[in-house]
């Protein structure tokens, strides 16, 4: 059974940090793109951040570049997304997706909210 759980969203300050964790299983992890998602209150779901396998450089959303990096630990099979100088706008529910071809995708995990608020 594949499996993809999120942890690490909260309640921040604008210009705030966080770092968000994807733990993946049921699936050999390491020969999968895997890409990150949110929704905002409202709002269609918005992709953020995709990172293959191959070493090849990770895509980012415009409204992210600079801000977000994402990385992944294979021998953790785990999936993170860092966000840095998070701004009011950057406010919704993450998720991480496997796969590289957003808007198709089979998996998702059930989100971790993330709230920036002062």
């Known amino acids: 059974e594949v499996k993809l759980v999120e942890s690490g969203g909260d309640l921040v300050q604008p210009g705030g940090s966080l770092r968000l964790a994807c733990a993946a299983s049921?699936?050999?992890?390491?020969?999968?793109?895997m890409t990150w998602v949110r929704q905002a209150p409202g709002k269609e779901v918005e992709w953020v951040s995709t990172?293959?396998?191959?070493?090849?450089?990770?895509t980012y959303a415009d409204s992210v570049k600079g801000r977000f990096t994402i990385s992944r630990d294979d021998a953790k099979n785990t999936l993170y997304l860092q966000l840095d100088s998070l701004k009011t706008e950057d406010t919704g529910v993450y998720y991480c997706?496997?796969?590289?071809?957003?808007?198709?995708?089979?998996?998702r995990g059930q989100g971790t909210q993330v709230t920036v608020s002062s």
């Open positions: 990172i293959n396998t191959h070493g090849n450089p990770p």
């Open positions: 049921g699936f050999v992890f390491s020969t999968y793109a």
């Open positions: 997706v496997r796969g590289g071809a957003w808007p198709s995708f089979k998996y």
